[in-house]
Each structure stands twice: as C-alpha cells, then as structure tokens.
C-alpha cells in the first residue's frame, strides 16, 4: 500500500451507503481503542440519513476502499463559526492524516474560523490544538449516576401535570419549547422540526421514555417543561457502541418562567425512574462544564463527573480533535 501521506483526500458532500459502511467500520475500530466514541450523536445522524446538504465529508481511504481517516465539516452555522471532528484508524496514526484532515478543514471553512471537538479529553487532541495555535474554548461533562442507589420521590408544582409525547400532536409545540428553554445554547436551541424527525426515526427513539409537563386546564393546556430519556448502548443505539445498554438523561428543559420552582428536579427524577424500571443498572447526561446550576442540580441527584469533551477553536490555523 502507498504511504499515507500521498494517499488523496476526498472531499464529497453526501456519502453513499458504502462509504457510509466504510465510515461506520473506522468508528467502530477507534471506539474499541479509545473507549469513547469519536463522533456525536449529531454528526452520526448525518451519516445514517443524510443531514443538511452544506454538509463536507472528507474521507483518506487506501486502494481497497479501506477509510484510514474521516473528517465531518459543518457550515451551516454563520455566528459560531463551522465546526468539524474528525478520526483517524487507530493503526494509522500519527502518520500526519489528523493534520492534513485538519488543515484541509480551515480551508474549507467560510471565514477561517473552525471549532474542533475532542471525545474524551484525548492528551493527544489537546497537544496538537496548542502546537497549531487552537485554545481550549468549551467543556461537555459527561456525568453518571447508580440506578441502584436511592432516588427520592418526584414532587411536581402546583398546576402542572406529566405525560408522555405523542408523535403529530406534540412535534411543533416540543420544538417551540426546546428553543425557548435553550434560547442562548449553541445547538441545542436550534433544532427544528426535521431535528426532531430525524431522531424521532432511530431505532432508539421510546415515546415512552419522553415526558412533558403540562400546566393549565385541559382546553388551555400549555407545555412548561420535558425530559426526553434515552437508552443507548448493546446495539439499541447503533453499532458504535460496544458496552451494555446505558440510560440516559438525554434533555431536560424548562420554561424560563418555570426556573426555580423545582420542575427540572422532577422531570429529571421522573425520567430517571423510568429508566430504572426498565432494568437499567447506570444512567449518564451531558453538561456544558461552565453550567454551574445545572452541575449543581445533577450533583445533588448523585451524578459524578465520568469524563469530558473538550472544543478547541482557532482561526487560521488547524487542529485535530484526536489523535493523527
């Protein structure tokens, strides 16, 4: 085989089925080494059904199709700037092919201006951003909790009621709520209606497991809050993940009017019993690491810090969120 570092980088826009499988082979392969998974849930969605159409793909693959490397870039969002992650085959690196993946990136990125995601604080990931002059700019903690551990009974507010989602009635009143309660989060609070669908098709997706608060009569009804549960590993999210099945705290959201009443304390509790009914032995969420009430909340329920994603953002420069 040639070496690596004259192998080509593709630059595609939607992959085809087969290079969807070539992708999905290379994730598989780092996530048994690394223990973490070097894509979301976001840019894995993507791969699986297709996603926004600005979307790049950049893909090092061998004479047998093999991908040693692959690089997802997003442009879609003009205020943040665009944002990308990348891996490189676990046999394959520090070859060069994170570097040249993540060079290639700023180029293709509108405005110079890139956001790179490192899974799992990789030591590697953080010395390659600073020797290319990329800085530490945000924290996703992920935390866990024992489900065999007590877990104090829900008390909800006065007026407001809990039941589950249902699909074609909730869709667009679940999408106004999520983008007031996360109005200044960076992704989280632009979702659309397609954003829902398109989880809504996983094979993960329980409407079971997806409670909203109510307040008000039954004719004036109006949503106040959610949490939407996941369960995830041992083939009930995708191949990606190789441990047994997992809960999580996927979303919790709630009015702004709402804070302070204790509702996101039920919710989270309400969903967390369910997911301990359903045999689970752990439950995980994800936090933004500066979201210090939310911390505080989670902390008070029994959840510790497990691990972190780290971005690194630059201009001009390049560097790879793993390693190359």
Same mark, same amino acid.
């Given at each position: 085989?040639? #070496? =690596?570092?004259?192998?080509? =980088?593709?630059?595609? %826009?939607?992959?085809?089925?087969?290079?969807?499988?070539?992708?999905?082979?290379? =994730?598989?392969?780092?996530?048994?080494?690394?223990?973490? *998974?070097?894509? +979301?849930?976001?840019?894995?969605?993507?791969?699986?059904?297709? &996603?926004?159409?600005?979307?790049?793909?950049?893909?090092?693959? +061998?004479?047998?199709?093999?991908?040693?490397?692959?690089?997802?870039?997003?442009?879609?969002?003009?205020?943040?700037?665009?944002?990308?992650?990348?891996?490189?085959?676990?046999?394959?690196?520090?070859?060069?092919?994170?570097?040249?993946?993540?060079?290639?990136?700023?180029?293709?990125?509108?405005?110079?201006?890139?956001?790179?995601?490192?899974? %799992?604080?990789?030591?590697?990931?953080?010395?390659?951003?600073?020797?290319?002059?990329?800085?530490?700019?945000?924290?996703?903690?992920?935390?866990?909790?024992?489900?065999?551990?007590?877990?104090?009974?829900?008390?909800?507010?006065?007026?407001?009621?809990?039941? *589950?989602?249902?699909?074609?009635?909730?869709?667009?009143?679940?999408?106004?709520?999520?983008?007031?309660?996360?109005?200044?989060?960076?992704?989280?609070?632009?979702?659309?209606?397609?954003?829902?669908?398109?989880?809504?098709?996983?094979?993960? $997706?329980?409407?079971?497991?997806? $409670?909203?608060?109510?307040?008000?009569?039954?004719?004036?009804?109006?949503? =106040? &809050? $959610?949490?939407?549960?996941?369960?995830?590993?041992?083939?009930?999210?995708?191949?990606?993940?190789?441990?047994?099945?997992?809960?999580?705290?996927?979303?919790?959201?709630?009015?702004?009017?709402?804070?302070?009443? %204790?509702?996101?304390? #039920?919710?989270?509790?309400?969903?967390?019993?369910?997911?301990?009914?359903?045999?689970?032995?752990?439950?995980?969420?994800?936090?933004? &690491? +500066?979201?210090?009430?939310?911390?505080?909340?989670?902390? #008070?329920?029994? $959840?510790?810090?497990?691990?972190?994603?780290?971005?690194?953002?630059?201009?001009? &420069?390049?560097?790879?969120?793993?390693?190359?």
């Amino acid at each position: 085989m040639p #070496a =690596v570092d004259v192998l080509p =980088v593709s630059e595609l %826009g939607r992959l085809d089925a087969r290079q969807v499988a070539a992708v999905t082979r290379l =994730v598989q392969a780092a996530t048994d080494v690394d223990g973490t *998974t070097p894509l +979301d849930e976001h840019v894995l969605l993507h791969l699986r059904q297709g &996603g926004d159409e600005p979307t790049r793909n950049l893909l090092v693959a +061998d004479a047998a199709g093999t991908v040693l490397a692959y690089a997802h870039l997003d442009v879609t969002d003009a205020v943040e700037g665009a944002s990308a992650q990348l891996v490189v085959d676990p046999e394959h690196r520090r070859e060069g092919l994170g570097r040249r993946l993540a060079q290639r990136l700023v180029q293709l990125s509108p405005d110079g201006r890139l956001r790179l995601w490192a899974h %799992g604080e990789h030591p590697d990931a953080a010395g390659l951003a600073a020797s290319l002059g990329f800085t530490r700019a945000r924290s996703l903690w992920q935390l866990r909790r024992s489900l065999y551990s007590p877990l104090p009974e829900p008390s909800l507010p006065a007026g407001v009621t809990v039941r *589950t989602f249902e699909a074609g009635r909730d869709d667009e009143a679940w999408v106004e709520l999520n983008a007031t309660a996360f109005a200044s989060h960076p992704e989280q609070g632009r979702w659309s209606v397609d954003d829902l669908h398109r989880r809504m098709a996983e094979p993960w $997706f329980d409407p079971a497991g997806f $409670f909203l608060a109510e307040r008000g009569g039954r004719d004036s009804a109006y949503l =106040v &809050g $959610f949490h939407w549960t996941k369960i995830h590993g041992g083939g009930l999210l995708d191949q990606t993940h190789g441990h047994e099945p997992i809960g999580e705290v996927y979303v919790v959201g709630v009015r702004p009017d709402e804070q302070g009443s %204790g509702l996101g304390r #039920a919710l989270t509790l309400l969903g967390l019993r369910h997911l301990r009914a359903r045999g689970l032995p752990q439950a995980m969420l994800y936090v933004d &690491g +500066d979201n210090a009430p939310a911390i505080r909340l989670y902390e #008070a329920l029994g $959840f510790t810090r497990w691990d972190t994603d780290v971005m690194y953002a630059g201009r001009g &420069g390049a560097a790879a969120p793993g390693p190359s």
